[in-house]
């Protein structure tokens, strides 16, 4: 019996067919149909979003989408036949060879399993984000995930590239895999028994079954010369915060040292770069809020605690990654208001009379900072860290009110501060920006 949803669906392309034959509108061109749907699979194009079932036919520039824990399989007209495993995004678009239409898997996310049509049909490729796969007489499987595209020969040959046009490798012999990441295509290696299986015929894909963004597979080939591409990638665009503690390192005046402790926490942008699978490499900038620090005294005199105000950095960061962690030394630019007391008293602080005084701005100053972090990635885009930054103000000579000058008396003072935080980032990378951008 056909469902309701499926006459709605072609209620729509006969609409959508009438259309054609009464104006200039694009009218779908039929490629194949669904044939197993498990849970919530989609199909969506320029004018029509609808869930799928068995039966329902699918279109050139159609997106192809799978819930968790869901699975589609598609049959083309040609034979050929598509599975997507849970969680997975592909847009089948058309291209033209040698005067024959062919199709692309555009395959943003996922688990894909592809057996192309017997003899001389049509022309079928694979593209992922970091990867192209060439596809004729072939069975293989994809995962394509953030930064990385696993591809695992079942029966044939297919040749895998990456998607910039760099490296290739051909895959011709049963149960191989390769990696692809913006590092390169790693050397064919033979799947191990512990591997994530799309079915029970098939080689296992590397990976644990049921997850949709799969760790390092246990047996990853190295690259030519090189070490093995890690699991994660730490390239791309992050956001996040940071919040923790502000201790001061400030003298004031004769010296009066200012070691009190207090709040610092704001906003994080930042930007890295996978230089090499564990060389990660990049720049942040913060905005944050300090409260105001406790004072100190050096048993003469005492200053209280400090005003609040703002400090950021511009900092280049340089790490060493292991899979899911980061360790890493930064340093830059600092700026922010000076830590200087709000008021201050005591013989020989200005000078050997007893004074009292009163702050009368808060400058705002330039310096310097250096420190370092680990970094943990919980997922593929969140991440977590614990960060040391010491930080060092431009020297100042701030204005107070006294009872021992008719005037303003600018008072020497140097501001340093240990910042103790830690932050949450989330994170995407240009991939993730440029089939974004490709699927619309």
Same mark, same amino acid.
């Given at each position: ?10 209620l729509a392309l006969s609409l959508s067919a009438s259309c054609a034959v009464a104006s200039p509108c ?24 609808? @869930? ?26 040609? @034979? ?9 995004? +592909? ?7 040698? %005067?024959?239409?062919?199709? =692309?898997?555009? /395959? ?17 490729? +694979? ?8 596809? @004729? %007489? ?13 591809? *695992? ?31 390169? =295509? ?20 590397? %990976? ?37 503690? /502000? =201790? ?7 010296? +009066?040292?200012?070691?009190? #402790? ?6 994080k942008l930042g930007y890295n770069w996978q230089v090499t699978p564990h060389i990660v490499a990049g ?33 280049? &960061? ?32 200005? %000078? ?17 900072? *250096? ?9 593929? &885009? !969140? ?9 060092? !103000? ?6 107070? #009110?006294?009872? =021992? ?16 935080? *830690? ?13 974004? #951008?490709? #699927?619309?």
């Amino acid at each position: 019996m056909v469902s309701g949803r499926s006459i709605m669906r072609r209620l729509a392309l006969s609409l959508s067919a009438s259309c054609a034959v009464a104006s200039p509108c694009f009218a779908d061109q039929k490629i194949g149909s669904a044939v197993s749907i498990e849970k919530d699979v989609r199909g969506a194009t320029a004018e029509r979003s609808a @869930r799928l079932d068995v039966g329902d036919e699918i279109y050139v520039d159609e997106i192809l989408t799978t819930a968790a824990e869901s699975r589609g399989k598609f049959t083309f007209d040609d @034979r050929a036949n598509l599975q997507m495993g849970p969680s997975s995004r +592909v847009k089948l678009d058309n291209f033209v060879y040698s %005067g024959n239409s062919g199709v =692309v898997f555009n /395959a943003t996310k996922g688990v894909f399993r592809f057996v192309s049509a017997p003899g001389e049909h049509k022309r079928y490729e +694979v593209r992922t984000p970091t990867a192209t796969i060439g596809v @004729r %007489g072939t069975t293989f499987g994809v995962r394509a995930t953030r930064g990385r595209t696993d591809a *695992v020969l079942i029966d044939g040959a297919i040749e895998v590239c990456q998607a910039s046009g760099g490296n290739c490798r051909t895959l011709d012999t049963p149960c191989t895999f390769v990696t692809v990441t913006d590092a390169g =295509v790693t050397r064919p290696r033979t799947l191990r028994s512990n591997g994530w299986r799309f079915d029970s015929n098939s080689c296992r894909l590397p %990976g644990p079954r049921g997850g949709n963004e799969p760790t390092q597979p246990p047996d990853a080939p190295p690259t030519d010369g090189a070490s093995p591409p890690p699991a994660y990638d730490w390239g791309g665009l992050s956001i996040g915060f940071n919040a923790g503690a /502000a =201790v001061g390192d400030a003298e004031f005046a004769d010296p +009066v040292p200012m070691r009190g #402790a207090g709040f610092l926490g704001g906003l994080k942008l930042g930007y890295n770069w996978q230089v090499t699978p564990h060389i990660v490499a990049g720049f942040e900038t913060d905005a944050e809020y300090r409260s105001g620090i406790g004072g100190g005294t050096n048993g003469q005199g005492s200053a209280s605690n400090t005003r609040g105000g703002y400090l950021g950095t511009f900092r280049a &960061r340089l790490g060493y990654a292991f899979d899911r962690w980061l360790v890493y030394g930064t340093g830059g630019l600092a700026y922010g208001h000076i830590i200087a007391p709000k008021n201050f008293s005591g013989a020989n602080v200005i %000078g050997p009379a007893y004074a009292q005084g009163i702050s009368q701005n808060n400058p705002f100053l330039p310096g310097w900072t *250096v420190g370092g972090g680990v970094q943990f990635a919980l997922t593929d &885009r !969140l991440s977590v860290k614990a960060e040391y930054l010491y930080v060092r !103000l431009q020297h100042d000579l701030p204005l107070y #009110a006294t009872n =021992v000058a008719p005037y303003s008396v600018g008072v020497c003072n140097i501001s340093g501060l240990h910042s103790i935080r *830690v932050g949450a980032s989330f994170g995407f990378s240009l991939n993730d920006l440029l089939s974004s #951008a490709s #699927a619309r």
